[in-house]
């Protein structure tokens, strides 16, 4: 899943994904609420749980941070399965402390998302899931 009100960023990462074989679908969400919306109802197999979220801190109107408070009270399910990748353009020591501290938030990544990155990503967090493959939405 990505959360960023930016389109651009959104489609190059959705390419991004998809061209390096991290997952085959995408969730693309351009603002927090239509996230979070989507993560109460996740666990059909209409709407699939994400293995990771990548998410913008530094959005207008409901931010990033605000999408952390709230993610907290999303069902146990859910915050088991999907792992929060902070995916910012953000330079602010506070934001990466933000990263650090919150332990829903397994990583912060500077923009733009690279396959070299994913390649990582799927080593460092999906080792204990080894047998497991990856789902089909992210």
Same mark, same amino acid.
């Given at each position: 899943?990505?959360?960023?009100?930016? %389109?651009?960023? =959104?489609? +190059? =990462?959705?390419?991004?994904?998809?061209?390096? %074989?991290?997952?085959?679908?995408?969730i693309?969400?351009? =603002?927090?609420?239509? /996230?979070?919306?989507?993560?109460?109802?996740? %666990?059909?197999? &209409?709407?699939p749980?994400?293995?990771?979220?990548?998410?913008?801190?530094?959005?207008? +109107?409901?931010?990033?941070?605000?999408?952390l /408070?709230?993610?907290?009270?999303?069902?146990?399910? +859910?915050?088991?399965?999907?792992?929060?990748? +902070?995916?910012?353009s953000?330079? =602010?020591?506070?934001?990466?402390?933000?990263?650090?501290?919150?332990?829903?938030?397994?990583?912060?990544?500077?923009?733009?998302?690279? %396959?070299?990155?994913?390649?990582?990503?799927?080593?460092?967090?999906?080792?204990?899931? /080894?047998?497991?493959?990856?789902? &089909?939405?992210?």
């Amino acid at each position: 899943m990505l959360i960023d009100d930016s %389109g651009i960023d =959104n489609y +190059v =990462n959705e390419k991004t994904i998809i061209k390096s %074989g991290f997952a085959r679908n995408v969730i693309v969400c351009d =603002n927090a609420p239509i /996230a979070l919306k989507y993560l109460r109802s996740a %666990g059909s197999q &209409e709407k699939p749980i994400p293995d990771i979220i990548f998410l913008d801190l530094n959005m207008p +109107v409901f931010d990033g941070r605000q999408f952390l /408070a709230e993610y907290r009270s999303l069902s146990v399910r +859910v915050r088991e399965i999907s792992r929060i990748v +902070v995916l910012s353009s953000s330079m =602010n020591p506070m934001d990466m402390q933000l990263a650090v501290k919150d332990p829903n938030v397994k990583v912060f990544l500077s923009k733009p998302l690279i %396959g070299r990155n994913l390649d990582v990503l799927e080593r460092e967090l999906f080792t204990e899931y /080894a047998t497991r493959p990856l789902s &089909e939405a992210v």
